[in-house]
Structures are given as C-alpha cells and as structure tokens.
C-alpha cells in the first residue's frame, strides 16, 4: 500500500526557534499534500492543501506566514513553523493524495509531536 | 458546508462485546465515507471505505453500510479486542475534491 512518512517523528525546541517537517510519499508520487493540526481532544484540523510546485492554500484562521508549507516535488513537502511558541505544541499530521481516485483517498504519516518550551 | 458528527466518547467495552460508533454526515453533493482508525502516538490508517449508497465496507471484522437515506454510516464490530483500542474517526470527502471532513472522532477502549 501507499506509506508516507514523517521526519522528525518528535521535536522539543526554545520558543523563538523555527522546526520543519518533512513530509515523504515513500512508494508513489503525490500530487497533493495535506497538513493537519490535532489538539488534544482528538479533533483533526486541516491547516492547507499544497499541490507540487505551486503555493499552498490555507484554511481560514491559519497564519500562512507562520506556518510555511512547501511542496517542492511529488514526494516530498515540509511545514516549517516559524518563531514557535508555546501554544504551536501540538500534534502535526500529513497526509497524501495522487490524481486518478475517484473517492479521493488520503494516506497519512504517522505525525510529528513538536513541543516548543 | 459538509460537516460529520460522530458520537461522543469514550466508549468502554469488555472484550467480545458488540461495538457500534454513530456517524451522521451533512453534505451538498454525494460523497465517499470513510473510517480512519488511529492507534495510541501513530497517525490515521483507513480502515474501511464506502463511495455510493448501499455500499459496505468492510476491513478486519469490522463494518460500516453508506445509508443514504438517514445520512449515515455506523461502525459496527461483532465482537472486539482489546487490541482494538484506539480512536475512531468518520470522513467524508465530495467527489472530485481532495478535501476530506473529518468527525471528532470517538476513543473505544476494550477492556479484558
């Protein structure tokens, strides 16, 4: 089946510091990469969509300068947050979809738990 | 705008008891159902799927009908384990958009 993965799998870092996360389609080229915030009680929130080689589209409420997505090509994309506070702490989700689905199946990563002191 | 209601968790059962999990879903168009599971620090796994009414899926003992007329698409399990445990999440997505809706999703915790 279709595995992506995510990279750091856990990061701990000072308030004020940038973190990326890589996001890979391991075994199949994806057109469109998904990124979700999940807090604590168990909610899933979308943050944006990005298509490869064009800018990502975010949802509304989601600071776009804060949060940078790329998605540079068909397997790989990242989501840097910049200047990280406290409240970024959160459990952050990928996911990947290819063109040709017809029910649009997404296959997620495993999550990266950032935790910013 | 699509939404997705699931019930309320968590859900505590004794091992072999019979599981359901409501989802209700509001939508403009005719979209494709889904069951995501997600097990203690990992991500979303598809668990079963469902893209026309009266359709069922199923994956691993587990079952859910795309019913059209009442908006819904329960998950059902005959008889559960305790390696079961884990959130449950149901989704939508409209035909021919990538975005996917997701429920709340509902924590089923089997006990021995």
């Known amino acids: 089946g279709a595995v992506v993965s995510q990279h750091p799998s856990w990061v701990i870092c000072k308030s004020g510091t940038s973190v990326k996360i890589e996001c890979r389609s391991l075994d199949f080229q994806a057109t469109t990469m998904f990124w979700y915030r999940q807090f604590p009680k168990q909610s899933l929130m979308l943050m944006a969509t990005?298509?490869?080689?064009?800018?990502?589209?975010?949802e509304q409420g989601v600071e776009k300068d804060k949060f940078l997505i790329n998605h540079a090509s068909l397997t790989l994309s990242t989501l840097t947050v910049t200047s990280a506070h406290p409240e970024d702490s959160s459990f952050y989700i990928c996911?990947?979809?290819?063109?040709?689905?017809?029910?649009?199946?997404?296959?997620f990563g495993p999550g990266t738990r950032l935790t910013v002191l | 705008g699509n939404s997705v209601t699931q019930m309320e968790g968590p859900v505590t059962l004794s091992e072999e008891a019979f599981l359901t999990i409501n989802c209700t879903y509001t939508?403009?168009?005719?979209?494709?159902l889904f069951w995501y599971v997600q097990y203690p620090g990992e991500g979303l796994q598809l668990l079963l799927k469902a893209t026309k009414a009266d359709d069922k899926g199923s994956n691993k003992g587990f079952e859910a009908t795309y019913r059209k007329e009442t908006t819904s698409f329960h998950l059902e399990k005959g008889s559960v384990q305790v390696s079961d445990s884990a959130v449950y999440f149901c989704?939508?997505?409209?035909?021919?958009?990538?975005?996917?809706?997701f429920g709340t999703g509902t924590k089923l915790q089997v006990i021995p």
């Open positions: 990005s298509n490869e080689g064009s800018k990502a589209t975010y």
């Open positions: 939508a403009t168009g005719y979209p494709s």
């Open positions: 989704a939508l997505s409209e035909r021919g958009y990538q975005k996917v809706t």
């Open positions: 996911s990947a979809s290819t063109s040709g689905h017809v029910y649009n199946e997404q296959f």
